[in-house]
């Protein structure tokens, strides 16, 4: 590997152009939590939508691997960067791949149904691993300062924040009607403005990016094809690649597993739908103060150290969403609101620097077995990440089916069934909390004194 020396200085413009590729991301796939209460309520399907996003889950995640070692074996020479030219490529088909997945047609026959959503998701997924699989490994590629990527890491928390920010306060107020009901038109409509949004973040990452670590390919006629069972042998003997894994697959069980049933708590146990996007940012109020602090954070403590703390804030938090006071909601809105407050908190010290560990682990590999594999060891973690993305929302759809819940009553479900969704957000969050302290405290083994001693082997920068 080489550095080179002919590039601009590292600053503010690679941080905020970093930001907007995950902005880009958000862009498409913050309506994603939208998707259980779309195809349960709007187009009827219930325990059959739990199922189907099993399948195309199962296929999302396979295809990362898929796409990553496409991009670790191209050795096309590109006018900037393999990376920035298939980002570019995935951007333009997102720009309609979103709205696929919210095609409104609730009277078609239920075969229809099952075409529609795996065709749309197909379509989408292939779109946003094109563009994303690549993206996350641009971290490494940017800077080899220590300090540099964990500004990166924090600034793409700020991108994924403001993605999700906009449809988590906006489309409340533009997609339900005034009884809490979901306007499946309208998603499809809001799906495609979103597309362009993100194209143009993502324009805006690659025009002002610059890629100042360089690898120097051999190319051989005896090289080894690729080989997915080596790849995954290498990916587990990879611990804190296998770490940060297990700490994002909880991390997204928490986000992803319980939005059904967050949407539903606010349909019919709070009885306000719409402001359900202001307290979710209300509760990221913690990560926006915590994201400029990181950079410092990060050179006085390290990253494992302040993730694994933040775990168990989160931990404590997940526990107190235990507390319910049912038929009086106006004070357990407040203690709903407190705990989320704080469960954002150990959350946000973790998001902020999650994406530099897994650059640290990119390194590990590298330092390991003298091969770096951005796009293999990025993609299997995708994998596993995309897996909890799907397996969690399909096992809650499921437990939410089994305490009453029915998509067909959308926004006005039984009292008793309203306060079995709050006990099981509390579980999902706890269960999720729980995954990324075992995650990053049991199995991650790079602390601050072991990256030092890796970084300085590889001869990395650490100021």
């Not at 399948?55 to 590109?78: E, F, M, T």
């Not at 973690?381 to 819940?405: C, D, T």
Request: aromatic share 14%; hydrophobic share 50%.
């Amino acid at each position: 590997m080489k550095n080179t020396t002919e590039k601009r200085p590292f600053g503010i413009r690679d941080s905020i152009a970093y930001a907007a590729g995950d902005l880009g991301c958000n862009m498409s796939f913050a309506l994603k939590g939208t998707m259980s209460i779309f195809w349960t309520q709007f187009m009827g399907m219930d325990l059959w939508y739990a199922l189907l996003l099993i399948v195309v889950q199962v296929w999302d995640a396979i295809n990362d691997p898929l796409i990553g070692s496409i991009i670790d074996a191209d050795k096309h020479k590109y006018k900037r960067n393999k990376f920035l030219a298939y980002i570019w490529a995935g951007s333009i088909g997102l720009i309609v791949g979103g709205a696929c997945c919210f095609l409104p047609f609730p009277d078609a026959p239920v075969w229809a149904k099952f075409i529609i959503f795996i065709a749309g998701y197909v379509v989408w997924d292939a779109f946003y691993t094109v563009a994303n699989v690549p993206y996350g490994s641009l971290l490494s590629l940017i800077s080899n300062n220590v300090k540099d990527r964990a500004s990166l890491s924090a600034w793409r928390s700020i991108g994924s924040i403001f993605g999700n920010m906009l449809p988590m306060v906006i489309l409340p107020f533009i997609i339900y009607d005034k009884d809490n009901n979901l306007i499946g038109e309208r998603v499809f409509i809001a799906a495609l403005i979103m597309g362009v949004l993100g194209f143009i973040c993502f324009q805006f990452m690659i025009r002002n990016t610059e890629i100042r670590v360089d690898t120097d390919v051999q190319v051989s006629e005896e090289a080894p094809k690729f080989n997915v069972f080596k790849a995954f042998g290498n990916f587990i003997k990879n611990r804190p690649a296998v770490g940060a894994t297990v700490a994002a697959m909880g991390m997204f069980i928490g986000m992803q597993g319980a939005t059904t049933a967050v949407t539903v708590i606010f349909q019919s146990y709070f009885k306000n739908v719409q402001i359900s996007g202001i307290v979710q940012l209300f509760a990221m109020i913690p990560i926006v103060v915590f994201t400029p602090l990181a950079r410092n954070a990060v050179a006085k403590w390290g990253k494992k150290e302040l993730a694994t703390v933040g775990s168990i804030v989160s931990i404590i938090s997940g526990l107190g969403l235990f507390i319910i006071i049912p038929e009086n909601t106006g004070l357990d809105l407040i203690i709903y609101i407190v705990c989320q407050l704080f469960f954002s908190l150990g959350l946000g010290i973790y998001s902020t620097v999650s994406w530099a560990m897994m650059g640290d682990a990119i390194d590990y590999n590298e330092w390991k077995t003298g091969k770096r594999e951005e796009g293999t060891v990025y993609s299997l973690h995708s994998f596993f990440r995309k897996l909890a993305q799907g397996i969690g929302p399909s096992l809650v759809l499921i437990i939410m089916v089994a305490f009453g819940y029915v998509g067909e009553n959308e926004g006005n479900q039984l009292w008793n069934v309203a306060v079995n969704m709050r006990y099981i957000v509390a579980g999902t969050f706890l269960f999720s909390a729980i995954m990324q302290f075992v995650g990053l405290a049991l199995i991650y083994n790079l602390d601050k004194k072991t990256l030092a001693q890796m970084n300085s082997e590889l001869g990395r920068s650490e100021e």
